[in-house]
């Protein structure tokens, strides 16, 4: 049977000399498509990278607008319960300095306690219990007196010796108990603090000639309204980086101003909440910081990291994991993870964010605020000429109760 090696070539079609035949190769001329000239078919669906997913502010939600120059909300720190010890008490010392704790200065944290508070302290190299009574409180406000109470205990529990404390031991606050026939002591009331924010405004643009906006286009039907509509998702997108990573700018006349995000609070705290060692991120790191925002007051915590983060969840302890199941599909969505302290953790993983930063949050304290009639205007622009333009504005700050009592947490230097 006669072949030949060139039967599937195109050029052999002309070889019968019946002329040239033209074919639908785009730029193959004399005989192919011009460039340009063939009908192109566009399918209805626009293949577009629109981020617009915002975990972070759709779970906080936007408080009151305000008219103010910036935003302020008070905090007030009741204290922990215990104080911590300034320098070591030798034994048969009957003062004690008291430091400051967890954030709260020495000054404030003596006032959880006044004569006749019964301070309890363990030494576990001695295993000795021990029991003080304030006698008095000295006048610089950061010491007070104290005399160990003897006790007809078992002796097993409780040691007549007078024990030695190391510095920055828990003394833990039993109770400010008063004798029959009382009379009124110092309220010692907390010292209240103004903490506040600054404004962050965002800016988008949209311009477009007149003939442009009348050029009918593939699938978007009108271009100013396509435009205005892809802007608006980015800016979107750009409040939610500014609610969790923005770290606090200055207005002044050639620099534009920026607020305070969860980066920017929490990157000034310091404590078991705050996490600056750990690189992989494991289970018992996650609980040494869910456990301390807990006991500091902390409760509706939810885990924002990068998707890198939240996945190694899965790794971990299965029973733990909390998972909404999905009827149409196989397996199911994880939610949240169990931790030790019997908190769940929602997990809300995040695209195209920084790997090295994760923040547990108390969801129910921060909001965003908007400045008065500014969380989000667009205006179009006065004609100058055969084009339109818009401008879209959004001016809005973030509260954040809790960052400087321990209430949220970070980690900083994951990998």
């Known amino acids: ?46 293949d577009l990278l629109a981020l617009a997913d915002t975990p972070f502010i759709n779970t906080i939600g936007w408080g009151p607008e305000t008219g103010g120059t910036k935003i302020e909300w008070m905090s007030e720190d ?64 950061v010491s007070v007196f104290i005399s160990q109470i003897s006790t007809d205990h078992d002796a097993y529990i409780f040691d007549s010796a007078v024990c030695s404390i190391v ?33 962050t405004i965002l800016r988008k643009d949209v311009q477009i000639t007149g003939t442009m906006k009348s050029t009918d286009m593939y699938i978007v039907g009108r271009e100013d309204r396509h435009q205005v509509l892809m802007r608006l998702k980015e800016l979107q997108r750009e409040r939610e980086r500014q609610a969790l990573y923005a770290i606090s700018t200055t207005k002044t006349s ?27 991120l494991t289970e018992s790191a996650v609980n040494t910081v869910v456990s301390k925002i807990w006991e500091n007051g902390g409760r509706n915590l939810s885990f924002f990291a990068s998707l890198a983060q939240t996945a190694k969840f899965t790794r971990w302890d299965k029973n733990r994991i909390r998972m909404r199941q999905n009827d149409r599909k196989g397996g199911g969505l994880i939610t949240s993870y169990l931790c030790e302290s019997g908190i769940e953790l929602d997990l809300h993983p995040m695209a195209n964010v920084p790997t090295n930063l994760a923040f547990v949050i108390d969801t129910s304290r921060p909001k965003l605020r908007a400045k008065k009639g500014r969380k989000a205007i667009m205006e179009k622009l006065g004609k100058m000429g055969d084009f339109d333009a818009w401008q879209i504005i959004s001016e809005f700050s973030f509260a954040f109760p809790g960052y400087n009592l321990g209430q949220h947490g970070a980690f900083f230097k994951l990998t």
Request: proline share 3%; glycine share 12%.
């Open 78 to 141: 009741l204290g922990k319960g215990y104080i911590k010890t300034a320098a070591d008490i030798e034994t048969g010392q009957l003062s004690v300095v008291v430091g400051s704790c967890d954030g709260m200065d020495a000054s404030d944290s003596i006032r959880q306690m006044g004569e006749g508070a019964m301070l309890y302290y363990f030494d576990s190299t001695q295993g000795v219990h021990a029991m003080f009574a304030v006698t008095s409180v000295i006048t610089n406000g």
């Open 167 to 199: 510095a920055q031991s828990n003394m833990y606050i039993v109770g400010n108990v008063a004798n029959e026939g009382s009379v009124p002591k110092p309220p010692n009331p907390r010292d209240r603090v103004l903490l506040s924010n600054a404004f």
């Open 254 to 280: 050639v620099l534009a101003g920026q607020m305070n995000g969860v980066l920017g609070f929490l990157g000034q705290q310091s404590g078991s909440h705050i996490d600056n060692s750990t690189y992989a």
């Open 1 to 46: 049977m006669a072949t030949t090696a060139s039967s599937w070539l195109m050029t052999e079609a002309d070889a019968f000399n019946q002329g040239g035949f033209q074919r639908d190769i785009v730029g193959d001329t004399p005989y192919g498509v011009v460039s340009g000239t063939e009908k192109r078919d566009v399918s209805g669906v626009l």
